[in-house]
C-alpha cells in the first residue's frame, strides 16, 4: 500500500519556506476561519497544486512540525466541552500548546463571543506540568476567565503535525494538522484519526481566495473539526455523544473512502 506520509515530506519541502519572523508580520485584520477536511492522499494532491503560489513555515529547520495540546475542562460535568457541544456562545476553551520543536509551551486562553469571533490570549509557561503541580500561569488564567486553577482540571491530552502555508500574497494563512492521537487523563483511553487531515484556512475577508478555488477542485468542503471534542468523544463514551455522531460518520466516511480510492 502506498505509504503517504513519506510523499508529504518532499512535496513541503519543494515550497519555499517563510520564517517565524516573517509570519508574525503578517497581519489578517477582517479574518475570517473555515475548516476543511480530507484524507491525506488529497492532502498530497493540494500540496502539489500549491507549488509557485504559497510558501511553508519553517521552524528550527522543519517544514512539519510536531505539536501536543493538553486541555483543561471546568467542573465535573465537563462543562466546556458541553458549550461547545451544543454550540453556545461566547463559549471558552482553556488549552496549553506546547511546540516541541522548540519545547515552548503557551497557556491559552479562546472565547467566541455571541457574533462568531475567535479571541485568543496566551502567556508563556514552562510545561503544562507548571500549570497542574506549580500553578504557572493561574494569576493569567482568572484575569481572562475569572476561574481558580481549582475550578478546571486536564482531560484531554492530543498530538499531531503541523504543516502551515502562507500565499505569496501574504493574505490567507493555511494550518493542516494530521497523525492526530488522542489521551483522556480521566478515562486513560487512547484513539487516533487515521488517514485524516484537519485544513483550517484563516484569510483576510477582503482579498480573493487563491486556495478555494483548489479547495473545490479537490472537492474538499467546509466541515467543523473541533479536536478538543472529537477527542473526547472518542475516548470518554460516557459523555453525551449524538451531536457529533454525523461528523464521525463522516470523518470515517472521508478516511476510508479515500483509503480505496488511492491504493
Known sequence: MRDIRKE??????ALPPITLEEMAAIRLMNRTDTKFVTDLPTLARLLEMVRGGYYAQQTCGRRISPYSTVYWDYGAEHALFRAH???????????????????????????????????????????ARAVLDEGA????????????????????????????????ARTERLTIDFDLTFHNYETRADASVDNIAVIELKRDG????????????????????????????????????NRLKPRLRNIH?????????HP
Open 8 to 13: 508529504l515530506g518532499p512535496l513541503v519541502d
Open 85 to 127: 457541544l451544543c454550540g453556545h456562545r461566547p463559549r471558552t476553551k482553556v488549552r496549553v500548546r506546547t511546540y516541541l520543536d522548540s519545547g515552548c509551551s503557551f497557556l491559552e486562553v479562546k472565547k467566541k463571543d455571541n457574533h462568531g469571533i475567535t479571541y485568543k490570549t496566551r502567556i508563556e509557561v514552562p510545561s
Open 137 to 168: 500561569g493561574a494569576a493569567f488564567l482568572e484575569e481572562q476567565t475569572g476561574w481558580h486553577l481549582s475550578d478546571v482540571a486536564p482531560t484531554l491530552g492530543n498530538r499531531f503535525s503541523r504543516i502551515t502555508l502562507v500565499n505569496k
Open 206 to 241: 477582503r482579498a480573493p481566495s487563491p486556495i478555494l478555488d483548489v479547495l473545490r477542485r479537490l472537492r474538499i468542503k467546509p466541515a467543523g473539526f473541533s479536536k478538543y471534542c472529537v477527542g473526547i468523544s472518542l475516548t470518554d463514551p460516557a459523555l453525551p455523544q
Open 253 to 261: 466516511k472521508i478516511a476510508t473512502r479515500q483509503q480505496t480510492l
